[in-house]
């Protein structure tokens, strides 16, 4: 199973406009749980994302969704590579119930917290790739999962 969503945090232009209002409610948000920003595109989203992950002392791990990621079960290893920084971290062995997939993001997800000295942020972006396809359901499942208290952030509607 071929893994095409990026895991790389986007890098900036020099030129790039700092965006300090958005960045501050980004801030404000980050340990309140599950946030989200949502803009149409080419409102700069990802590059405020980009420019808030470089302002955290997180662990930040970064998922770009692509259209491949509306598969359950490609969506898990996606996640598993991204929160792990392993391209050759093996896909989910079944997937024949969804409680297996959520067991596989579950151990990745305990797996990159227990290896962390620091908080991990993990930004998932263009989401709108799941937007009616079964791999959606298998998102909010995981921001269910996640850890008790273990901080979940992101950024908030600004």
């Known amino acids: 199973m071929a893994v095409s969503g990026r895991i790389s945090i986007p890098r900036l232009s020099r030129r790039t406009i700092v965006r300090e209002r958005l960045l501050s409610r980004l801030h404000a948000g980050i340990g309140n749980g599950v946030t989200v920003l949502e803009a149409p595109a080419g409102y700069g989203k ?3 994302l980009a420019q808030f992950v470089g302002d955290v002392d ?3 791990k970064w998922l770009s969704l692509d259209s491949t ?3 359950p079960e ?3 290893h996606q996640l598993g590579v991204a929160l792990t920084g392993n391209l050759d971290i093996e896909p989910p062995a079944t997937a024949a119930k969804v409680s297996d997939l959520q067991a596989y993001v579950g151990a990745v997800m305990s797996q990159a917290l227990g290896d962390s000295d620091r908080p991990v942020l993990l930004v998932i972006d263009n989401t709108h790739e799941l937007a009616g396809k ?9 921001a269910h999962r996640l ?4 901080q979940r952030g992101g ?4």
Do not use: D, M, N, V
């Not at 079964?134 to 995981?142: C, M, Q, T, Y």
């Not at 850890?147 to 273990?150: D, K």
């Open 58 to 60: 997180y662990a930040c």
């Open 46 to 48: 990802t590059t405020l």
């Open 134 to 142: 079964p791999g959606s359901g298998e998102l909010a499942r995981l």
């Open 74 to 76: 490609i969506l898990a």
């Open 155 to 158: 950024p908030r509607r600004p």
């Open 69 to 71: 990621s509306g598969s």
């Open 147 to 150: 850890p008790p208290r273990r």
